[in-house]
């Protein structure tokens, strides 16, 4: 991403010469000019002609994005708030002092607090170009133990983490036998499931569009569509369970209330043909509570190849 500069005067001649060639030369990448009086304009809506000479100064700006994973335990979520720690928070600060500059990072989406991520995406800008293996390596080194820097891509100018992946995907785990070695990333169910009822109603999210029973209330979202490709409960050992859920999108507490809603259907308290009468209600408080963040993981956001340089 390049942005120009001017300072200076010169007059409309000067002006229109030097807007021609600066089109020809530099056509493919988005100009902002800002003039010392102040405001700004695009190159390619037209320069502000005025008297006298410019001198033109051309800064680059590049995107990278950055792929992370933390234990959620000790944070309020990922994003920035106040009066309270976030994984967004950790990382702006490592990456501001690092590259000596502010850094926002913008994230493949939003995590509730003592949610997990073995695979997030952010992307950030930076003036200057950087060697994706000396940062990562210097990350690590500056962030607490519970975040990790895997690596870091440039990206295209427009590429964005959060609206331009493609899927993301959840893991929810419960287990059935006390052990304190599973309590803090998943969650003990102590009365009998009927897990294959609970993959009956899994099946039927994959033909639902409106996501509305499952999403906190008052969001900042423009729509509840989602698009679900897989929904399943899988044994992975004798006391242990994992429901696996991929989608385009997901709404703010939402893979939690759907597991809390399977939960119902896997008591016998809601049968097949109420949990899908729960979806059409269109009402929140219709569906389960919602499980505990603690043994829900981020695990996987896809994106496009073309997206990175």
Same mark, same amino acid.
């Given at each position: 991403?390049?942005?120009?500069?001017?300072? $200076?005067?010169?007059?409309d001649?000067?002006m229109?010469?030097?807007?021609?060639?600066?089109?020809? #030369?530099?056509?493919?990448? %988005?100009?902002?000019?800002a003039?010392p009086? $102040?405001? !700004?304009t695009?190159?390619?809506a037209?320069l502000?002609?005025?008297?006298?000479?410019?001198t033109?100064?051309?800064?680059?700006?590049?995107?990278?994005?950055?792929?992370? !994973?933390?234990?959620?335990?000790?944070y309020?979520g990922?994003?920035?708030?106040? +009066?309270a720690?976030?994984?967004?928070q950790?990382? +702006?600060?490592?990456l501001?002092t690092?590259?000596?500059q !502010?850094? #926002?990072?913008t994230g493949?989406?939003?995590?509730?607090?003592?949610?997990?991520?073995? *695979?997030?995406v952010?992307?950030?800008?930076?003036? #200057?170009?950087?060697?994706?293996?000396w940062?990562?390596?210097?990350?690590n080194?500056?962030? %607490?133990?519970?975040?990790?820097?895997?690596?870091?891509r440039?990206v295209?100018?427009?590429a964005?983490?959060?609206?331009?992946?493609?899927?993301?995907?959840?893991?929810?785990?419960?287990?059935?036998?006390? =052990? %304190?070695?599973?309590?803090?990333y998943?969650?003990r169910?102590t009365?009998?499931?009927?897990?294959?009822?609970? =993959?009956?109603?899994?099946?039927?999210l994959?033909?639902?569009k409106?996501f509305?029973?499952?999403s906190?209330?008052?969001? /900042?979202?423009?729509t +509840?569509?989602?698009?679900?490709t897989?929904?399943e409960w899988t044994?992975? #050992?004798?006391d242990?369970?994992?429901?696996?859920?991929t989608?385009d999108?997901?709404?703010?507490n939402m893979?939690?209330a759907?597991?809390?809603t399977?939960?119902?259907v896997g008591?016998?308290?809601?049968s097949? /043909?109420e949990?899908q009468?729960v979806?059409?209600?269109?009402?929140? *408080?219709?569906? $389960? /509570?919602s499980?505990?963040? =603690?043994a829900?993981?981020?695990v996987?956001?896809?994106?496009?190849?073309?997206?990175?340089?």
């Amino acid at each position: 991403m390049w942005r120009g500069f001017l300072s $200076g005067k010169m007059d409309d001649d000067v002006m229109a010469e030097t807007r021609r060639c600066l089109m020809e #030369e530099l056509l493919m990448f %988005p100009f902002a000019f800002a003039f010392p009086w $102040g405001g !700004s304009t695009c190159l390619n809506a037209g320069l502000r002609a005025d008297t006298a000479r410019y001198t033109l100064q051309i800064r680059i700006s590049m995107r990278y994005f950055i792929f992370l !994973s933390f234990d959620g335990t000790a944070y309020h979520g990922w994003q920035v708030q106040p +009066n309270a720690v976030s994984v967004q928070q950790k990382l +702006n600060e490592a990456l501001s002092t690092l590259l000596r500059q !502010s850094v #926002e990072v913008t994230g493949a989406g939003r995590t509730d607090a003592g949610v997990h991520a073995h *695979c997030m995406v952010a992307h950030f800008d930076t003036a #200057e170009a950087v060697d994706g293996a000396w940062l990562t390596h210097k990350l690590n080194r500056l962030l %607490p133990a519970d975040i990790s820097v895997s690596h870091i891509r440039q990206v295209r100018d427009e590429a964005h983490a959060r609206f331009d992946a493609k899927a993301r995907t959840y893991h929810y785990w419960v287990y059935t036998q006390k =052990n %304190p070695f599973r309590r803090q990333y998943a969650t003990r169910i102590t009365y009998p499931l009927d897990f294959e009822k609970m =993959n009956e109603a899994a099946q039927y999210l994959l033909q639902v569009k409106d996501f509305t029973s499952f999403s906190k209330l008052h969001t /900042d979202a423009k729509t +509840n569509f989602c698009k679900v490709t897989k929904a399943e409960w899988t044994q992975v #050992e004798p006391d242990l369970w994992r429901f696996e859920i991929t989608a385009d999108r997901f709404l703010r507490n939402m893979v939690r209330a759907v597991v809390g809603t399977l939960v119902e259907v896997g008591r016998g308290k809601l049968s097949l /043909d109420e949990f899908q009468q729960v979806i059409a209600r269109k009402d929140r *408080c219709a569906a $389960g /509570d919602s499980m505990p963040g =603690n043994a829900l993981s981020l695990v996987r956001v896809v994106y496009d190849e073309e997206l990175f340089v």
